[in-house]
T-cell receptor, first 114, second 117 residues
């Protein structure tokens, strides 16, 4: 069975640009979460979606937005990129997004902002 | 707010030595879940183990074992007879459920394990 997939794998943008990252969950999983991992640190929670509804949001500015589609795939959008947005963006999927669920992560998208 | 602390930033061992990774957590929840993930150089976070707060029985799975002690809020992880392929960053994580954040994982800062041949 395929795991969580993310695209693209790498991305280079300049300050002020916009970026869209994509994620496809494990088949049968209905919840997707997004995390940002800055080099040398643990992942930080950005969003959680379940059945196309936003279930939770971390402490990130409004420049960050996301959505989930009927097929449960998801997009993370970041506007007005800053140098500090350079990070590995990880997508995780789980069955229902409940606290008891295990989240399974994709390989990530490495974003570099110049 | 919940917090996870991994005091060891890096551990270096020789192959076949045992490695124990420390994790201390803070939470006000009475029911919670703890996880260990492995992140090899490729970047993908690989799920290793999960433990719920109401089951303090320690277990062994292959070369992995874990010691969960609720009284000291610790969830330590041991790799027995380490191998070069175990070289990675290991993260301890705590599940949290809040109205604002939904169900999220709070991660520690990670411990880099280097296994030398």
């Amino acid at each position: 069975d395929a795991g969580v997939t993310q695209s693209p794998t790498h991305l280079i943008k300049t300050r002020g640009q916009h970026v869209t990252l994509r994620c496809s969950p494990i088949s049968g999983h209905k919840s997707v979460s997004w995390y940002q991992q800055v080099l040398g640190q643990g992942p930080q929670f950005i969003f959680q979606y379940y059945e196309k509804e936003e279930r939770g949001r971390g402490n990130f500015p409004d420049r960050f937005s996301a959505r989930q589609f009927p097929n449960y795939s998801s997009e993370l959008n970041v506007n007005a990129l800053l140098l500090g947005d350079s990070a590995l963006y990880l997508c995780a999927s789980s069955l229902s997004g409940g606290r008891t669920d295990t989240q399974y992560f994709g390989p990530g998208t490495r974003l570099t902002v110049l | 707010a919940q917090k996870v602390t991994q005091a060891q930033t890096e551990i270096s061992v020789v192959e076949k030595e045992d490695v124990t990774l420390d994790c201390v957590y803070e939470t006000r929840d009475t029911t919670y879940y703890l996880f260990w993930y492995k992140q090899p150089p490729s970047g993908e976070l690989v799920f290793l183990i999960r433990r719920n707060s109401f089951d303090e029985q320690n277990e062994i799975s292959g070369r992995y074992s874990w010691n969960f002690q609720k009284s000291t809020s610790s969830f330590n992880f041991t790799i027995t007879a380490s191998q070069v392929v175990d070289s990675a960053v290991y993260f301890c994580a705590l599940s949290e459920s809040t109205r604002a954040a939904g169900n999220k994982l709070t991660f520690g800062g990670g411990t880099r394990v280097l296994v030398k041949p």
